[in-house]
């Protein structure tokens, strides 16, 4: 015997139970709506749509911020740009300017050596330089047009560079101390004992004549002693580099302290100065005397 399931099915009696359960459903909810049920039904809707608002607005936010990052990096590459531009003319301005400080740096330094020594100096400029060459030496720009004669002694603010070998109408020749042929009176400062400076070449010199009982130490000033007449006593020629003893004089080389291969400028010294240049001398201002009472 086959059993069949019976359909389900709403009897009378579960329809009306139905019906009174919405109808009481529909009547709390106006309750609860009140009059203006249309005010609940867009808040409801609004919070619903709040989480699709936010990721419009943050996505809105992101190409903004795309757009303004893009916008300031372009702004800095120009900015970047520019102030290349202003660098680069600022070294160029410089480097064009640079020549003109120098020859106004070296002016001021001519100008103090001048006040230092009480001397008729005559300034001249090195149009160039035959040093590389054997016998070379410093060409200058000046000659008999400005009176000057062989032998007169050429110096910067460092040191001494030599003296003019050859002079001729608007050109002269100025043999460097470190020549081979060149040859200057010096003394050692501490000691104050005198030699005959021989150039080495490459800014070097010996001292020659210097009895091996002197004490001397590396690093002492060496200076014109004055007793050559082209230089006058005390100005700088260089330092004691080396000491050796030989057997009857020390063997001194000495380092120039003038930089004979940047010469620029040079002052020249008149000929046969005075063996040993004081200092200007200034009388002292004299103050009236207060007048005596009763003197006439």
């Known amino acids: 015997m086959v059993v069949r399931a019976a359909k389900w099915s709403w009897s009378r009696a579960g329809l009306q139970r139905l019906a009174l359960v919405l109808l009481w459903l529909g009547h709390g909810t106006w309750v609860l709506l009140g009059p203006d049920p249309a005010r609940h039904w867009t808040a409801f809707l609004d919070v619903l749509s709040r989480p699709s608002q936010a990721i419009a607005a943050r996505w809105e936010g992101w190409r903004a911020a795309r757009r303004d990052s893009g916008r300031s990096l372009a702004e800095l590459r120009a900015e970047n740009a520019r102030l290349g531009a202003e660098l680069a003319q600022v070294h160029s301005q410089q480097a064009q300017q640079a020549p003109r400080l120098a020859e106004a740096d070296e002016a001021v330094r001519m100008l103090g050596l001048k006040q230092q020594i009480p001397l008729e100096l005559k300034s001249a ?16 720009d000046r000659g008999q047009d400005l009176g000057l004669e062989p032998d007169q002694g050429v110096l910067v603010p460092e040191g001494i560079v030599g003296r003019l070998w050859s002079v001729g109408a608007t050109q002269s020749k100025v043999l460097p101390a470190d020549a081979p042929n060149a040859s200057v009176a010096v003394m050692l400062m501490r000691s104050r004992a005198t030699g005959v400076l021989q150039g080495l070449g490459s800014g070097r010199a010996l001292i020659r004549y210097v009895s091996n009982q002197e004490v001397v130490q590396p690093g002492e000033a060496v200076l014109t002693s004055g007793l050559d007449r ?41 000929p046969q100065p005075p063996l040993e240049v004081q200092p200007p001398f200034v009388a002292p201002e004299t103050k009236p005397q207060p007048r005596k009472r009763g003197a006439p």
């Open 125 to 140: 400029r090195v149009l160039f330089a035959t040093r590389p060459a054997t016998f070379g030496g410093l060409i200058l």
């Open 230 to 270: 082209v230089f006058p006593r005390g100005l700088l020629v260089g330092y004691v580099a080396e000491v050796a003893k030989g057997d009857l004089e020390l063997r001194l080389i000495v380092n120039l302290s003038a930089p004979l291969d940047r010469v620029n400028a040079v002052l020249v010294l008149p």
